[in-house]
């Protein structure tokens, strides 16, 4: 019988990255937006998808709204679970790169172990670390939803920021705190870092 060199021989027989950047004129990327709930980095995710697809570019938006109501929702927010959460979220990411889409994840990713995972599954060529620096104290005064004020009455446990640890990226490929920068600064200095990245020398 013959011998296989993996136990996925489909792979030899699928289309490979390049063919479906060529198709699309774009590469793959992974733009991953850490920092604490309230910081900005859906809001900032959501303006750079549609300046980006303004531009032409496929972009995807992978954020709590639609991970953890799907293919997460069986995970809480224990350490031992918000590990797994990122890990499925590379997984999935890793797919949407290597199809050549431009991939914006938004999550608090709080530990630097948790990021450096997602960097060495999507690969570190194609990841791009955002730090959205807003002060807590600027999180919390926005927080609509009340949920720091229910974590500093321990109502809520395992929260970022109160009862629950942060590890400042130490060297992240950009800062924006969202309490000095507007949208519209934070996307275009995104873009500055994005598009020579994601262009297909011709």
Known sequence: MEETNHIYPIFDRMLGRSDKETLLGQRG???WFTGLSGSGKSTIA????RELHRRGLLCRILDGDNIRGGINNNLGFSPEDRVENIRRIAEVGKLFVDT???TLAAFISPS??????A??????????EIYVSTPLEECERRDVKGLY???RKGEIRNFTGISAPF???ACPDLALDTSRLSVERSVALLLDLIIPKV????
């Not at 630097?112 to 995972?117: L, T």
């Open 29 to 31: 990327l992974m733009v």
């Open 46 to 49: 959501i303006a750079l998808e």
């Open 100 to 102: 050549g889409i431009i």
């Open 112 to 117: 630097d172990e948790s990021r450096r995972m």
């Open 119 to 128: 960097a060495s599954i999507i690969g570190k060529d194609d990841f791009l």
């Open 149 to 151: 004020a229910k974590a």
């Open 167 to 169: 590890e400042v990226p």
């Open 199 to 202: 262009t297909i020398k011709k």
